[in-house]
């Protein structure tokens, strides 16, 4: 069964990019989107977007132009990049793959979730 | 973006009762919600997809239903094991795909 490791630093500066990796084993890296989430006190769950194979992508519009995911398939890798960091990207994040019925890339709930990890910004 | 709110935010039970969450949407997204579980330090866990389809493993005490904006999840016989938060979500539109606050269930 798919399992997901996510993996980073734990603390970035404020103005920095938090960079993050999450490696998928005991599946195929190339069939689903796979999808970022974090969660604060403050805002709970919130998805950061989702990325496929071929660079196809979705972000959430909240965080405007900040983000980037890729998927490395020669690492079984997926990554988030999220630039100009303050505060408020204080979270533990979360991967996660896309589920749905087959051929179907919109409807998707997410299953399985990394462990996640927590990213703490400050000074 | 499409609302989620849960109600109660949280609820407390005893083991064997019978305890029924709700998730409203802002908006009608069919039947595309998910609801899922979390204990402390914990990823959340998949439970139900589909509204009321439940995820191979996840015990039959949970069901879901609903349609449209309104949705419910309830819990047969409380165990131990079920004292968490739970989560819905709705993938109707992943512009953005969002969550509901979350509802507690503790130990009365």
């Known amino acids: 069964q798919v399992q997901l490791q996510e993996s980073g630093p734990g603390l970035v500066k404020p103005s920095e990019t938090l960079s993050l990796m999450c490696a998928v084993s005991?599946?195929?890296?190339?069939?689903?989107?796979w999808s970022w989430i974090r969660q604060s006190p403050g805002k709970g769950l919130e998805w950061l977007g989702r990325?496929?194979?071929?660079?196809?992508?979705d972000y959430n519009p909240a965080l405007k132009d900040r983000v980037t995911m890729s998927v490395s398939m020669s690492k079984n890798e997926v990554s988030l990049r999220l630039t100009s960091v303050t505060a408020a990207d204080t979270a533990v994040y979360y991967c996660?793959?896309?589920?749905?019925?087959?051929?179907?890339?919109?409807?998707?709930?997410?299953?399985?979730w990394g462990q996640g990890t927590l990213v703490i910004v400050s000074s | 973006d499409i609302q989620m709110t849960q109600s109660p935010s949280s609820l407390s039970a005893s083991v064997g009762d019978r305890v029924t969450l709700t998730c409203r949407a802002s908006?009608?997204?069919?039947?595309?919600l998910a609801w899922y579980q979390q204990k402390p330090g914990k990823a959340p866990v998949l439970l139900i997809y589909?509204?009321?389809t439940l995820q191979s493993g996840v015990s039959s005490r949970f069901s879901g239903s609903g349609s449209g904006t309104e949705f419910t999840l309830t819990i047969n016989n409380l165990q131990p094991d079920d004292f968490a938060t739970y989560y819905c979500?709705?993938?109707?539109?992943?512009?953005?795909?969002?969550f509901g606050q979350g509802t507690k269930v503790d130990i009365k």
């Open positions: 996660a793959r896309d589920s749905g019925d087959y051929g179907d890339f919109v409807n998707n709930w997410f299953d399985p």
């Open positions: 005991g599946g195929s890296i190339s069939t689903s989107y």
């Open positions: 990325v496929y194979i071929s660079g196809t992508h």
């Open positions: 908006q009608s997204i069919g039947t595309w």
């Open positions: 589909k509204a009321s």
């Open positions: 979500q709705q993938f109707s539109s992943y512009s953005p795909y969002t």
